[in-house]
């Protein structure tokens, strides 16, 4: 494989191409696109957790001046697809979680629609629920497969005889709390319905995927999709919560088609978030490890118990990455799974790896402690030479280089190992380890288009910018791809009107779309040479990954906790993250992804959790007062740092995707550097003062 390298314009810094427009204002979200005459949406929620309305009282809210109609059941359009049981709304009068969206009013502005929102009376036949998972429930079942298409349980050897033959082990149980996505835009869409001719749908939705969401939303209205159009350029963040389509936009497209010809605005509020757009489930991780006075590890094993909605399966895959992380010869891993009256849970950065690394990753440091061995060796002591599982090579694996690299800056060699004995003033201290790791996915469809326009190269393709960079890097490839200069590229992304692309999802944006750029360039270089006259034009698409290898990024998250010796609270000073995640694009870029996913394991790790109280089905904490999410003042001094790597197996480019791997580890390592700091092993998240007094 050659690479262009006349141009320079993968690995500098550019800035932010969209970065002035999000900063002054001016880039335009889906709920401000301009547009005429636009009516408003509120939605009505559901205040019980299971059961059927009965009654309905409308007349008031139809009543109020500005009122143009209120959809419920009785009067919604039939879906012509109720499958996907998440999006069949207004469908029939059944309640299946508290919070569902059961009635929604359409009015001339946002404060008459939710007024008359406030107005409406239901009443319910409420029957008995359950949203409380038991990791001891006789209700658990085990899911055909879990997220991505992975199986469900694994076996290698007998963990058993290992663990009863092993000289030291680990069997703990370990939590993760459940968790809200929040990005900071809430879920928006504004949709217009033209009836003319066989009707056609604009929709402006703030997605992770235009493409994704006009397929999903042809299928629920019955419509071809080429009667559909996506737009979205701009995004507040999603962080997965915006990787499907939820019911806000098939409720934006219900209503618009009740009001045909007029604009209809909807943005959830904050407080609807927490029950219509997904979330992380909780997890329960029994986890296992056995291994010889050494540190050699004979055993690994991880039982998984986690939640899922009665109405829609979706299952976390928690256990996954513990079947490739270290060596080990007896090997479990399984998935059970709760169908309970809450929400349906989703994607959430790094869904599986993000909880999947906290259990076996703190009972990697319990299992140095017990042998006396350092955390760092322990994990360089069980590397694999080849993926634990499936016995491929790794395309490349430097995990190894991350924590030696991480612990060089980090200063681990001076660490003396025993816990709570460092004291600053009323607080002790501690430092912790832990390994991060993140699969190199590929999507199977994206094309790209390049043109020809005066002296520029017009790029276009249908891919997402979430305020990951998409709108500055893809640029970059395709001009390094081009042997053009970056400055003389244009990118056009963010709508149905463009080539198809897959959603930016499971880090595989710059994997997938970069490819189909690539083959878009090599093409359109065939094609025109050196000297392309105005209008030349050729399209690429990805192709598929090379089977051969087993591809995943790695890291290695270093944390200074500090923990106060009265009051038990606990703050973070320092957080290293050394990667090793193939070539980096863009340096600018890159390090706003691995210190945003830091940042948001740190806030994992102390203060993010969605408390769902079993009686009412209910989150009772849904909004950012009581939600705590990792401020400024919380993060203290943050560091990434990369290895240079350069993958010719995973992609033209050379690239691993890295929008999620910084998430992952960091709550544990945080967890390990607070046992060493007070001598408390703080197994459930978050870690709160209650836990380590
Ligand atoms: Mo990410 S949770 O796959 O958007």
Redo the contacts with the bound molecule.
């Keep these: 494989m050659t690479f262009l390298s006349e141009t320079d314009a993968i690995g500098r810094d550019l800035p932010r191409r969209d970065g002035s427009a999000k900063v002054m204002g001016t880039a335009t979200y889906a709920y401000e696109t301009p547009l005429d005459d636009a009516v408003y949406l509120h939605l009505i929620q559901a205040t019980i957790a299971r059961g059927r309305v009965t009654e309905w009282d409308t007349a008031a809210a139809e009543a109020l001046d500005g009122v143009v109609a209120v959809l419920t059941p009785r009067n919604a359009e039939r879906l012509a697809s109720t499958e996907d049981r998440e999006l069949a709304v207004l469908q029939d009068e059944e309640i299946h979680f508290r919070g569902q969206v059961i009635a929604a009013v359409v009015a001339d502005s946002s404060e008459v629609a939710r007024q008359a929102a406030a107005v409406v009376r239901v009443g319910y036949a409420q029957v008995a629920h359950d949203a409380e998972l038991r990791a001891d429930d006789d209700n658990l079942y085990a899911p055909e497969k879990v997220n991505a298409g992975f199986p469900t349980d694994t076996a290698e050897g007998d963990v058993e005889a290992a663990m009863a033959a092993a000289e030291v082990t680990v069997e703990e149980t370990y939590t993760t709390a459940m968790y809200h996505?929040n990005p900071m835009e809430p879920h928006a869409t504004a949709a217009l319905w033209d009836p003319a001719g066989e009707g056609f749908l604009t929709l402006w939705d703030s997605t992770?995927g235009v493409h994704p969401t006009r397929s999903k939303v042809a299928s629920v209205f019955g419509l071809d999709k080429a009667q559909i159009r996506v737009v979205c350029p701009y995004v507040g963040g999603?962080?997965?919560?915006?990787?499907q389509p939820h019911v806000n936009v098939v409720l934006a497209a219900l209503a618009a088609r009740a009001v045909p010809g007029r604009p209809v605005r909807l943005a959830l509020t904050r407080q609807q978030m927490f029950s219509l757009v997904g979330y992380r489930t909780p997890t329960i991780q029994r986890c296992r490890l056995g291994a010889d006075r050494g540190g050699t590890l004979s055993a690994v094993a991880i039982d998984v118990v986690e939640q899922t909605s009665r109405i829609k399966e979706f299952a976390e895959q928690t256990g996954v990455p513990a079947r490739m992380m270290y060596a080990s010869p007896n090997r479990r891993t399984t998935h059970r799974l709760a169908a309970l009256d809450v929400p349906v849970p989703s994607?959430?950065?790094?869904?599986g790896e993000c909880p999947g690394m906290f259990g076996p990753e703190v009972a990697m440091d319990e299992l140095a402690e017990r042998l006396g061995m350092d955390p760092v060796d322990l994990r360089i002591r069980n590397e694999p030479d080849v993926e634990p599982g499936s016995g491929k090579p790794f395309s490349s694996r430097d995990l190894v280089g991350c924590l030696r690299e991480g612990a060089a800056r980090f200063g681990w060699s001076t660490r003396d190992p025993r816990p709570g004995v460092r004291r600053q003033g009323d607080w002790l201290v501690g430092t912790g380890v832990a390994a991060s790791t993140y699969p190199v996915s590929r999507m199977s469809e994206s094309t790209a288009t390049i043109r020809r326009e005066g002296d520029r190269y017009i790029t276009e393709i249908g891919a997402a910018d979430?305020g990951t960079g998409t709108w500055t890097t893809l640029p970059q490839i395709a001009a390094d791809a081009l042997g053009v200069p970056v400055a003389h590229v244009d990118v056009r992304i963010g709508d149905t009107d463009y080539p198809m692309a897959s959603?930016?999802?499971?880090?595989?944006g710059m994997t997938t779309w970069g490819s189909a750029v690539v083959e878009a360039a090599r093409a359109f270089r065939e094609k025109y040479g050196t000297e392309p006259p105005d209008g030349a034009e050729a399209s690429g698409s990805v192709g598929p990954p090379d089977d051969r290898y087993a591809m995943h990024a790695f890291g290695a998250q270093f944390a200074e906790a500090h923990v106060h010796a009265d009051t038990g609270e606990v703050r973070v000073r320092h957080l290293l993250g050394v990667f090793a995640a193939g070539r980096i694009i863009n340096p600018r870029t890159a390090r706003s992804q691995f210190i945003g996913g830091m940042t948001m394991g740190l806030s994992m790790a102390l203060h993010e959790s969605s408390v769902l109280d079993p009686r009412t089905g209910h989150v009772v904490n849904h909004d950012f007062a009581e939600y705590h999410i990792t401020a400024n003042a919380d993060v203290a001094k943050i560091e990434a740092h990369w290895l240079p790597e350069h993958d010719t197996h995973v992609n033209a480019m050379g690239s691993k995707g890295i929008?999620?791997i910084g998430i992952v580890g960091t709550a544990a390592a945080v967890s390990n550097a607070v046992w060493h700091a007070c001598g408390v092993r703080v197994r459930d998240l978050p870690i709160t003062l209650d836990k380590v007094l």
Excluded at 238 to 243: H, I, V
Aim: aromatic share 10%; proline share 5%.
């Design positions: 996505n992770q999603g962080f997965g919560s915006k990787g994607w959430m950065r790094a869904p979430l959603v930016a999802g499971g880090s595989s929008g999620e």
